[in-house]
């Protein structure tokens, strides 16, 4: 269809078109519940993670019974590129990484295959495996803090908490609601063990008549026994009191109270006791999501039903939904003041309002398209998406802009409104449809090839290609249909005239200040000062921008032999530490997250994680704190760092380092070589550490003597129980009939010993014949030394090292028998970059085809590529040297100026070559200059002002839509450059060839 042809037609059926417009708009209301809201997209997880427990079981035993099987059983399994082990003393952790390319459907079918035949391949005693995708540990979704009350009306407050957590984990979405802090007393059945070896009568014994007495339940009907009746036995234990009084039956028909065996007292766990927030005692509940869902809505949902609940007030301490909702507050704060810009200076621009709400028209109409097309192509709404459309928001004006201004300038010609909007559409088709092309044909390898980070940069590519080709789309459908429903279309009045001259005359003076200048010495003097720049400001390549921490996480896990009140003394004093350095830091404490809640005890300290919020020098702290917990508590606790990183931090494909990883069969030979490989690095003064250095721990063994008699053999079943009780209280359930008690039963509860005052070999339990016996008489021990944890890679001991690397001596490293894998993030990250080089040259040869076809020339198209080569050279020079870091932002940024270049070439170009050849180049450069002014001034304008709010409103996560931004905010003025200084050189030595 001619573009006369398609003018008439939107005259003689404007309404039928304003109709069809109207639709789409229309339709945006009814689709919104189909927009898809994500926190992340959907990238394919890079990391498996199968963790088994093992309980009381030592971290060899669990490396060599549990770990190593599940590694070779997993082996099989295709597309697994690494498989590496944790084991731990009772849990076993198995990481997985995937090939890049794998089928993930094919792989999960034989994975979780492979997993359910696990079971019967592992010894008795091993739970079930469980399997998590990209991370082992995960985020709470959202964290509530509720106070604790003043007054104990623990029976009303309890049943409150239970109804809240209850309809927490009713909201679709949420997965788990734990809690930890309530205010809830626990009854403790604390046996004695002197008192117990004079009665004839084991632990498991007295545990298991503790839970008959628990029991009761009805029998039903009985036939013949009554009519309508239901026999019931009644619970022995339905309280507290009741334990005291409880039988327990010996041998001989005779018994005696339980209270009398052992000491039973109530008292809270230490999980209720050490949960606070900036000292004030608080409960703690972790919601954790679904990742396909929309947390937005699920946020809501949360806090809808925390304002239901009077009895407290609960206060959101964390939300990761708070991290998108500001990336949309930025969104729409580009978007508002993008078009509030862009009415503002087209009104400036023009002298009238009509043109400056056609463009507000069109802009609006390209974002209802857009609307559509991301439902159409299945694009959510995410923290990554969301940084390509904040960018791309700000280039929608430049299409329609441009149709404005050019049926303008046909109708101050004279023309009719059909003819100048034929014509206005044709002088500017070629260079609309050619710079769109080219923006969206440039991300196509960056799309397609097969490379890593292909998924991470789908959303934000395919927005700005989306958003761009909605804007040619509005451009010739909007703007045609708003001027032909115009009965007058407002000319340009004296004033605008005026106005333009006076710019031309001040143009003309700094065009011709620029021929005072030799231009081949200031050339090489150019090219001279950006070499001398890249090599001594030059920024250093990265992958992708450093992602700022929210937080810092420190877990703090206690020695041997440390009490709940040491724990509670160094809590109180760490946390006045924390405040004397800085008073506006947040310090929450709660207990690290167990897999199993149902071992505990009253008076033994328990690990703990604090949460660091509000923290300006995060590393000065560490340095702070290190040093106070070196000083006073080396010997009582150990502890770790951990920076709280943004949700873009969780979905990153790969951020290289440098570190090597060294393998050995033996443990102990792989332990002492990186004592001597870390002295080397300390000497050396390079910088870094052992990503893990395990434990070493004294590990016992007992063999069990040969014993003749059958009536002596003792019952290890009760050396076992005896030993666990003491320090890990058994659950029994629950007791009570309105406020419920958790009731445990273990072994000195009442009065804790720290191990080191404990005798084992003197310990003392039963023989089949009731009779007491001690552990050294019938077990032989052998003590040897052992580690806390195990790691292996493909069944070889490892050991990480990630930082500076000396220099190898590959020899030296073979003869002791260690191997090695050596990674630098210098060579991966320039190997990434090559990629992105080969990319970006493929994109050229797809643009140069795609300007072949428009311009039906093959000489035109190098020129204009030549042109904009120099051009993308010069901006890259100044964003090396500006910038500490050039990655993947500013290449994205890059790209999207490729796009823009080629558009003002082409619009220039067009404009230059309508010229007759007797028109001289200072009246060429003149009319050309009175086309472009408006046009460039107003594209450039919106699209820079449209990046304001990245810029300055920026908030974790937003570095890389920031990179985008800043790039084009250092491109768009030298493109301005470019096209009013540097093309009237370039032209007519173009055209004097071409013509």
């Known amino acids: 269809m001619s573009v006369e042809r398609y003018v008439d037609f939107l005259i003689q059926h404007k309404r039928l078109c304003w109709v069809i417009s109207l639709s789409f708009l229309i339709a945006v209301f009814f689709r919104i519940p189909e927009l898809e809201i994500w926190l992340l997209p959907k990238l394919m997880p890079v990391k498996y993670f199968v963790v088994t427990e093992f309980p009381n079981h030592s971290a060899e035993d669990t490396d060599l019974m549990v770990s190593l099987p599940i590694s070779e059983i997993l082996s099989s399994v295709k597309s697994v590129e690494r498989i590496r082990s944790l084991s731990e003393h009772g849990k076993s952790v198995v990481e997985l990484d995937l090939l890049y390319g794998a089928s993930l459907s094919e792989f999960k079918e034989q994975l979780y295959q492979t997993i359910f035949e696990i079971k019967d391949k592992l010894p008795p005693g091993v739970g079930v495996s469980r399997l998590f995708e990209g991370e082992r540990e995960e985020r709470p979704f959202m964290e509530i803090l509720i106070p604790k009350p003043l007054k104990k009306k623990l029976d009303d407050y309890d049943f409150h908490l239970k109804q809240l957590q209850f309809q927490l984990e009713r909201i679709p979405g949420i997965t788990e609601v734990r809690m930890v802090g309530k205010a809830k007393e626990s009854s403790f059945i604390s046996i004695d063990p002197k008192i117990l070896d004079l009665f004839p009568l084991t632990i498991r014994e007295l545990e298991s008549q503790i839970q008959s007495g628990k029991e009761g339940g009805s029998l039903g009907k009985i036939d013949g026994y009554t009519k309508d009746s239901e026999l019931k036995f009644s619970s022995e234990i339905t309280s507290h009191d009741d334990l005291n009084k409880f039988p327990i039956h010996l041998e001989g028909g005779k018994s005696?109270?339980?209270?009398?065996?052992?000491?039973?007292?109530?008292?809270?766990?230490?999980?209720?006791?050490?949960?606070?927030?900036?000292?004030?005692?608080?409960?703690?509940?972790?919601?954790?999501?679904?990742?396909?869902?929309?947390?937005?809505r699920l946020s809501s949902e949360v806090q809808k039903k925390l304002n239901h609940f009077n009895m407290f007030a609960a206060n959101i301490y964390s939300d990761v939904s708070v991290e998108l909702r500001t990336a949309l507050r930025q969104f729409v704060m580009s978007l508002l003041w993008g078009l509030l810009f862009a009415f503002l200076f087209s009104y400036l621009l023009y002298k009238s309002w009509i043109p400056a709400l056609l463009l507000l028209v069109a802009v609006s109409f390209s974002f209802v398209l857009f609307f559509h097309l991301i439902l159409f192509f299945s694009i959510s709404i995410n923290l990554l998406s969301l940084g390509g459309i904040s960018v791309g928001a700000g280039m929608l004006f430049d299409a329609s802009n441009l149709t404005v201004f050019s049926i303008r300038r046909q109708i101050l010609m004279g023309d009719t409104t059909s003819n100048a909007i034929n014509k206005g559409i044709k002088s500017v088709l070629v260079s609309l449809f050619s710079s769109s092309l080219t923006t969206i044909v440039v991300f196509i390898p960056l799309l397609v090839f097969p490379m890593e980070w292909k998924d991470f940069l789908f959303d934000s590519g395919i927005n700005i290609?989306?958003?761009?080709?909605?804007?040619?789309?509005?451009?010739?459908?909007?703007?045609?249909?708003?001027?032909?429903?115009?009965?007058?279309?407002?000319?340009?009045?004296?004033?605008?005239?005026?106005?333009?001259?006076?710019?031309?005359?001040?143009?003309?003076?700094?065009?011709?200040?620029?021929?005072?200048?030799?231009?081949?010495?200031?050339a090489i003097g150019f090219m001279f000062f950006f070499v001398f720049g890249l090599i001594t400001l030059g920024s250093k390549l990265e992958i992708f921008p450093k992602q700022e921490s929210i937080g810092i996480r420190l877990q703090t896990l206690p020695k041997n032999g440390l009490s709940f009140v040491e724990e509670l003394t160094f809590v109180n004093d760490l946390e006045v530490k924390i405040k004397s350095f800085d008073s506006k830091i947040s310090v929450l404490v709660f207990p690290i997250q167990r897999a199993d809640y149902t071992q505990t005890h009253p008076k033994k300290a328990i690990p703990i994680q604090w949460e660091l919020n509000g923290v300006e020098h995060s590393k000065e702290l560490q340095i702070f704190l290190s040093n106070h917990l070196s000083s006073y508590y080396s010997s009582h606790w150990d502890w770790k760092w951990d920076p709280i990183g943004s949700e873009v931090t969780k979905v990153l494909p790969f951020l290289p380092d440098d570190k090597i990883v060294f393998l050995n069969k033996s443990w102990d030979l792989l332990q002492s070589f990186s004592y001597e490989w870390k002295n080397r690095a300390t000497k050396l003064g390079l910088t870094g550490e052992f990503s893990f250095l395990p434990k070493q721990i004294l590990l016992e063994e007992w063999t069990r003597q040969a014993i003749p008699i059958p009536e002596l053999l003792p019952l290890e079943g009760d050396l076992k129980d005896r030993i666990l009780y003491e320090y890990n209280p058994k659950y029994l359930g629950e007791i009570g009939e309105g406020t419920k008690r958790d009731l445990y039963l273990g072994i000195g509860m009442s009065d804790f010993r720290p191990i080191d005052e404990i005798d084992l070999g003197r310990t003392g339990f039963k023989t089949k014949l009731n009779d007491l016996i001690s552990v050294g008489s019938l077990f032989s021990s052998e003590k040897k030394t052992s580690y806390d944890q195990f790691r292996r890679e493909s069944g070889l001991f490892y050991m990480e090292w990630k930082g500076e690397l000396p220099q190898l001596d590959r020899n030296e490293?073979?003869?002791?028998?260690?191997?090695?894998?050596?990674?630098?993030?210098?060579?991966?990250?320039?190997h990434?970059?090559?990629?992105?080089?080969?990319?970006?040259?493929?994109?050229?040869?797809f643009i140069y085809l795609v300007l072949v076809g428009i311009y039906e020339s093959f000489f035109v198209p190098i020129f204009y590529l030549g042109i904009s080569i120099f051009y993308l050279l010069v901006t890259s020079s100044i964003v090396f040297i500006l910038f500490d870091s050039f990655?993947?932002?500013?290449?994205?940024?890059?790209?999207?100026?490729?796009?823009?270049?080629?558009?003002?070439?082409?619009?220039f170009g067009e404009r230059w070559m309508e010229l007759t050849k007797g028109t001289s180049t200072k009246e060429s450069r003149e009319t050309v200059f009175r086309w472009l002014v408006r046009p460039v001034s107003l594209n450039s304008g919106t699209t820079m002002m449209g990046f304001l709010p990245v810029l300055f409103l920026g908030f974790s996560g937003s570095e890389f839509s920031r990179s985008i931004a800043l790039t084009m905010f250092v491109g768009i003025p030298i493109s301005i450059f470019f096209v009013f200084y540097l093309y009237p050189v370039l032209f007519p030595k173009f055209l004097s060839r071409v013509r």
């Open 256 to 296: 005696v109270p339980l209270g009398q065996l052992t000491k039973i007292f109530k008292s809270e766990l230490p999980e209720e006791k050490i949960t606070r927030i900036n000292g004030k005692d608080t409960i703690y509940l972790s919601i954790f999501s679904d990742s396909k869902t929309n947390p937005l």
């Open 465 to 522: 290609a989306l958003l761009v080709f909605c804007s040619f789309i509005s451009s010739l459908w909007m703007v045609p249909l708003l001027a032909v429903s115009l009965r007058n279309f407002p000319k340009d009045n004296q004033n605008i005239l005026k106005q333009e001259t006076f710019v031309l005359g001040w143009y003309e003076k700094t065009y011709q200040f620029g021929k005072h200048f030799n231009l081949r010495w200031f």
């Open 887 to 907: 990655h993947l932002g500013h290449y994205i940024g890059l790209v999207v100026l490729l796009g823009l270049s080629i558009d003002n070439i082409s619009l």
């Open 813 to 830: 490293i073979k003869k002791s028998g260690i191997s090695f894998l050596e990674f630098s993030a210098k060579n991966e990250t320039y």
């Open 832 to 845: 990434f970059f090559y990629k992105l080089l080969l990319l970006f040259i493929i994109s050229f040869a």
